[in-house]
């Protein structure tokens, strides 16, 4: 198969680059190791769709004295098909440090703003249309009592229209749809292997799986390639493909301990629109917010407490998991003979636990200000709260080597930048020492991004693909 351009995976960066691109004229392929897949195709945050769309259905582990389960897209779509598309732009002192630290060139808020916009233009965004869900506005209030800033997050999301609950904006429903208008080429069931190069042309080593033939070899010939694999994906592609400097070194986190609370009332009603509240008056060192509850995630939050299933039974309905998560957590990507998934090894220090179990503690006051009864921490080992005098008595840091640290944002294993001690690429996503070869995903992000990070992927990607364009690759 030959193509001007090959996308190696059909994520937000993926997905924003390869419809940029082939609207610019190019022969581009866009190739996806996961299934082609409708929003439709299994409900969400369902065994189904666990099954269908995530990678290890949903089974991925960062490992070391304090280990991270994380969770990866592996669909047409990636991320954007399993995600609740809470949506934030990168706070601008952030970028500021970015570009001292990282040098990156052209990155104010200022510069980037055209290009959320014309992200925000196919993937709309929208805050709710009514009233919040109770397990959400439960903690507006408590953070309102306590003082503390909490906002409403607006969300990828198209909301009423034939659907009640509306329809999210993945990249399956806005940006591949607007790829294949332009004339670009989707091949899904296909991973890509390794990456060469000779006779002035890239070539994609890869195996195409389809689901109702065996397996076989194809090799991808292309000018230029963008590969957007994700956070983890992308560097083991790079690194087997022999390419390594400041390539999967720097991983990082968003860190997420949870609780469940239970209220006084009914809060959890099936049919209810998602949460959407977060707490910020702790940002940048962390954030709180509220998640899908549905019975067999409180049955998975709540493992470590005894007789849990009795009281789900009895008290769902009052029942909700909220989260506190941080910006922490630094993580090496390597790749190991004969295994398919690389090694994710991850360290934290004592002031990143010590953060997370602060945070902890803050999100514990916070639900109890907003007339929890009871607080179950997903710790194990750590009680049962009932009053704030529980909460004070909790330990100070904890070691998180029981699992109970989770991740659903992963970036920065090949930060762009000038500063080429610590950056993989160029300020615009090339790749050092490989003419033709771009990354255009999360990976590039140089740190936590503190906030959701899709707003901020897709515009960079936007940014970055928008300046290749008109480069013309050069």
């Known amino acids: 198969m030959t193509a001007d351009i090959v996308v190696i995976g059909s994520g937000p960066g993926g997905a924003v680059t390869a419809t940029l691109c082939a ?33 290890n259905a949903g089974i991925c582990i960062a490992v070391g004295p304090s280990k991270i389960a994380y969770v990866e897209g592996r669909c047409v779509g990636g991320g954007s098909e399993i995600n609740r598309g809470l949506y934030h732009r990168a706070p601008e002192y952030l970028l500021d440090q970015w570009r001292a630290v990282f040098k990156v060139d052209d990155l104010s808020l200022d ?101 109702n033939g065996p397996p076989r070899p194809i090799e991808i010939s292309a000018d230029q390639i963008f590969v957007a694999c994700g956070a983890v994906q992308t560097p083991a592609l790079l690194r087997r493909s022999g390419l390594t400097r400041n390539i999967g070194n720097s ?22 629109l998602d949460p959407v509240h977060q707490i910020r008056e702790f940002e940048p060192s962390f954030g709180m917010g509220c998640s899908i509850s549905k019975r067999p995630m409180l049955g998975l939050a709540m493992v470590n407490h005894a007789n849990h299933f009795a009281e789900i039974d009895r008290h769902w309905r009052r029942m909700g998991i909220y989260y506190v998560q941080a910006a922490s957590g630094k993580a090496t990507v390597r790749n190991l003979p004969f295994f398919r998934d690389p090694l994710v090894r991850v360290w934290q220090n004592g002031a990143d636990l010590r953060k997370l179990a602060d945070g902890l503690k803050r999100l514990a006051e916070a639900l109890f200000s907003a007339g929890a009864v009871a607080v179950y921490p997903s710790v194990q080992g750590y009680p049962v709260l009932r009053s704030m005098e529980d909460v004070r008595n909790l330990p100070a840091t904890f070691s998180g080597s029981d699992g109970s640290v989770t991740s659903v944002h992963v970036f920065s294993s090949c930060p762009m930048g000038g500063n080429e001690a610590i950056c993989a690429t160029d300020s615009f996503g090339r790749v050092r020492d490989a003419d033709g070869l771009y990354i255009a995903d999360a990976s590039l992000l140089c740190g936590p991004t503190v906030v959701n990070p899709q707003g901020t992927v897709m515009a960079i990607a936007h940014r970055n693909a928008t300046h290749a364009v008109e480069s013309r690759f050069n």
Request: net charge positive.
């Open 23 to 55: 609207e610019a004229g190019k022969s581009v392929l866009l190739v996806e190791e996961g299934q082609n897949l409708s929003l439709q195709s299994a409900p969400p945050f369902s065994k189904e769709e666990l099954l269908l769309k995530y990678r």
């Open 111 to 211: 510069r980037l703003i055209p290009h959320f916009i014309a992200c925000e233009s196919t993937a709309r965004i929208e805050y709710l249309h009514g009233d919040a869900p109770l397990i959400s506005t439960r903690l507006r209030d408590g953070a309102a009592r306590l003082g503390w800033q909490a906002t409403e997050a607006p969300r990828l999301y198209r909301y009423g229209g034939e659907e009640k609950s509306g329809r999210k904006q993945s990249m399956s429903e806005t940006f591949v749809p607007r790829f294949l208008a332009a004339g670009g080429r989707l091949i899904a069931d296909t991973r890509a292997n390794r990456l060469t190069r000779s006779g002035g042309k890239w070539h994609v080593k890869a195996l195409h799986t389809p689901a």
């Open 251 to 272: 991983l990082y986190f968003h860190p997420m301990l949870k609780v469940v609370a239970q209220f006084d009332e009914d809060v959890n009603n099936p049919g209810d």
